[in-house]
């Protein structure tokens, strides 16, 4: 499976973005998709994931600002990022858990100036 991210770019703090990830394939069963996030110096570390039922979890530091949301006939997860902040500045990677697999997408840098 691969997976296609995109939606990145630069915005101002305050400001809206949305990612789009989609994935090369049909899911079928059940599943996870979600979003990761690198900070240059820091780890990846978790943002959002949403399973193939709907069940959602974020990080503390993006709750009430960020939702991530799937299409499931489109095979497509997304984050829409309000509110952004400088600190949410980073490389940011879609995630796939399917059975025993764990897939990565790209990346895509999302850069919020103050």
């Known amino acids: 499976v691969q997976l296609q991210a995109s939606g990145g770019g630069l915005v101002q703090a305050g400001g809206s973005l949305r990612l789009s990830c989609a994935a090369s394939r049909r899911l079928l069963g059940i599943n996870a998709m979600g979003w990761y996030r690198q900070a240059p110096g820091n780890q990846r570390e978790l943002v959002a994931t949403?399973?193939?039922?709907?069940?959602?979890n974020y990080a503390d530091s993006v709750k009430g600002r960020f939702t991530i949301s799937r299409d499931n006939a489109k095979n497509t997860v997304y984050l829409q990022m309000n509110s952004v902040k400088p600190e949410d500045t980073a490389v940011y990677y879609c995630?796939?858990?399917?059975?025993?697999?764990?897939?990565w997408g790209q990346g895509t840098q999302v850069t919020v100036s103050s």
């Open positions: 995630n796939l858990l399917w059975g025993k697999y764990n897939y």
């Open positions: 949403i399973t193939s039922g709907g069940s959602t």
